[in-house]
């Protein structure tokens, strides 16, 4: 498949994938549960949220276009596969059953493999890799996030 085929197929698939996470913490952060957790300092606005994984899910689908028509194979297939079910159920986890733990335990799996795509899968992609790096920024803040709510509730 041509990369912008590539492209267009991966921003429907993370996108949809943002809509079924959305789904599925059922309006999680203004619930009274995460409203009045004890919250670190540097939590952004709810807004930057949306617009960080905007950003985020642009990147990343150009990026795995190109690696995928670079080299599409079973063990990248099952690799995008794994951060796919990752990203959605953490939405699950934390939000919707407040488990604040295993969503932790989620997100930093989530981050370790986007640094496996960065530092392993990525020499086909060449620069393209750079296209990650809001990925892996926002999920070492979201990580930080969960990890000061474990620690501080």
């Given amino acids: 498949m041509k990369q912008p085929n590539l ?5 429907v698939i993370n996108f949809g994938g943002l809509a079924v996470g959305n789904w599925l913490m059922q309006n999680g952060p203004i ?3 995460y409203v009045n957790l004890n919250k670190a300092p ?5 807004w930057v949220f949306g617009a960080a994984w905007t950003l985020i ?21 099952i690799i995008f596969l794994i951060q796919f079910i990752l990203n959605i159920s953490w939405n699950y986890i934390f939000f919707n059953q407040h488990l604040v733990l295993f ?35 926002w999920l070492c803040i979201a990580t930080s996030l969960n990890l000061y709510i474990l620690v501080h509730n």
Avoid: R
């Fill in 57 to 77: 899910m642009i990147c990343f689908s150009i990026y795995l276009a190109k690696l995928f028509s670079e080299e599409n194979t079973q063990k990248m297939k």
């Fill in 103 to 137: 969503g932790f335990i989620t997100i930093i799996v989530l981050t370790a493999l986007l640094f496996i795509y960065f530092f392993k899968l990525s020499h086909k992609a060449g620069n393209y890799k750079y296209l990650l790096l809001p990925y892996i920024v």
């Fill in 42 to 46: 540097w939590t952004p606005p709810g």
């Fill in 31 to 33: 619930t009274d549960w």
């Fill in 7 to 11: 492209i267009f197929l991966f921003l």
